[in-house]
């Protein structure tokens, strides 16, 4: 899958991102996802979002997922995920859908939070990498009307995504219980 210039700003960002399709399947990650949940990346693409997380924590996923179906978003959902080695831990979910150029769903781009991590280092470094990919996002916005429709859509659906980070505070999520 190619990568366009919108989502070479997640490559290697300190948060975890994934991208996966209208049923749950993952199209794309960074390699913060795959190493924080102790996988190669081509472990993890065309599995379902539901591999990742502990049974327990199955029916959690699913009102997530239906909570996006319905509003497009999910926003601070706290749900457990689960690493390679079966070792867990608590996770915020926030998620944006991503539409084609007929405004059909194609799929959402989603962003973890390991609240394991949450200290003020983090959420500096966090609010640094926000900063730094609205700039870049900036940057492309100026090529906007050359881009294709999958670059467009591409762009859309991440400035969504960080205009909703960029809403999110951060030291809230590191007080969560």
């Excluded at 399947?25 to 924080?36: M, P, V």
Aim: with cysteine; aromatic share 10%.
């Amino acid at each position: 899958m190619n990568q366009t210039e919108a989502r070479k700003i997640l490559k290697d960002a300190p948060v975890m991102w994934r991208r996966i399709n209208s049923i749950g399947i993952i199209l794309d990650c960074n390699s913060t996802y795959a190493s924080k949940l102790g996988y190669s990346k081509s472990e993890i693409l065309g599995k379902s979002i539901f591999e990742h997380v502990p049974k327990e924590s199955w029916s959690k996923m699913n009102e997530s997922l239906q909570n996006w179906f319905e509003t497009g978003e999910v926003s601070q959902r706290k749900i457990t995920f689960k690493k390679y080695d079966n070792t867990i831990f608590p996770g915020l979910l926030q998620a944006v859908s991503l539409y084609d150029e007929k405004n059909n769903l194609i799929g959402s781009n989603t962003v973890i939070f390991d609240l394991n991590e949450m200290d003020d280092k983090k959420i500096k470094q966090y609010k640094e990498f926000f900063q730094t990919a609205e700039i870049n996002l900036d940057k492309i916005s100026k090529d906007y009307p050359s881009l294709n429709e999958n670059e467009k859509s591409e762009f859309d659906g991440l400035k969504k995504m960080f205009n909703l980070l960029s809403l999110t505070d951060l030291n809230e999520i590191k007080n969560l219980p």
